[in-house]
């Protein structure tokens, strides 16, 4: 497969997300005495941009509290102050685990603003860390994400790969996977990794779409006019359910 210009249609998999709004956002460590008329309102429960990383033992921040505002910057699409959130997080966490969470999430972050080669550098280095950890299959999946982004594909297949051989109950590393061999004509492997990823669970219209363009190269007709009626139900109902939301 060549690398080409991404089709900005598609909607990729970009890993296991942010989950839930956090409830009982407040965060207020006792050690930092912020003015917050000089910080984003947000961020000042936390620690101030205006606080240099030598002035604050470490052991005096907490890095989990900083990693919820980055993700509640997440929430409401705040994705710059997101990726120095998570910065200050992986600046900050004496605890591996914590640390490599936070650059996940930092690539994610970079990711929404289109900049694929900051991702790429933050989930290298989720991946430095320890590749093979709990955080190493999303870190992976959404690798490949970027790169394919960037032009890449080549290397985004092999991350898409090691994504699924680390956690083969990752449905969005299914998905990605599918989508990778589709591209490069490899269409019956693609249906059994989009059939993987339906029967984890990742039941949505990107996926069935996907599913019914491999069974259409694959001269099965049939079987992809079937799912695409199920993916073009499946989004009606999402975007009813929309606009009932919206209306309550």
């Known amino acids: 497969m ?3 210009e991404p089709d900005d249609s ?3 998999s970009e890993g296991q997300g942010f989950g839930d709004p956090y409830d009982g956002f407040d965060l207020d460590p006792p050690e930092l005495d912020i003015d917050p008329g000089m910080v984003d309102p ?3 429960r936390v620690v101030a941009d205006t606080l240099d990383r030598r002035q604050i033992p470490a052991d005096q921040v907490d890095a989990e509290s900083l990693l919820d505002v980055g993700l509640e910057y997440m929430r409401i699409n705040r994705h710059e102050q997101a990726t120095e959130a998570f910065e200050r997080v992986a600046n900050f966490a004496d605890d591996d685990g914590i640390e490599q969470e936070a650059w996940v999430n930092k690539g994610a972050a970079h990711a929404e603003l289109q900049e694929f080669q900051r991702a790429i550098e933050s989930y290298r280095e989720a991946l430095a860390i320890d590749d093979d950890s709990e955080h190493a299959a999303s870190a992976e999946t959404n690798l490949a994400y970027a790169l394919w ?4 594909s080549e ?3 092999e991350h898409a790969e090691r994504a699924v051989e680390l956690d083969p109950r ?3 590393g299914w998905y990605n996977r599918g989508f990778f061999l589709l591209e490069r004509g490899l269409a019956e492997d693609a249906v059994s990794c ?3 990823a339906l029967r984890l669970g990742h039941r949505n219209p990107d996926v069935l779409e996907e ?3 491999a069974l259409e190269a694959m001269g099965e007709d049939d079987r992809a006019e079937e799912v695409a009626e199920e993916a073009e139900e499946l989004r009606q109902n999402a975007e009813e359910k929309l606009v009932e939301s919206r209306e309550k």
């Open 42 to 44: 947000v961020d000042s």
């Open 2 to 4: 060549t690398d080409e």
């Open 155 to 157: 290397q985004a297949l």
């Open 211 to 213: 599913k019914a363009r």
């Open 194 to 196: 989009f059939d993987n």
């Open 170 to 172: 990752f449905p969005q």
């Open 10 to 12: 598609h909607e990729f």
């Open 149 to 152: 982004e960037s032009g890449q």
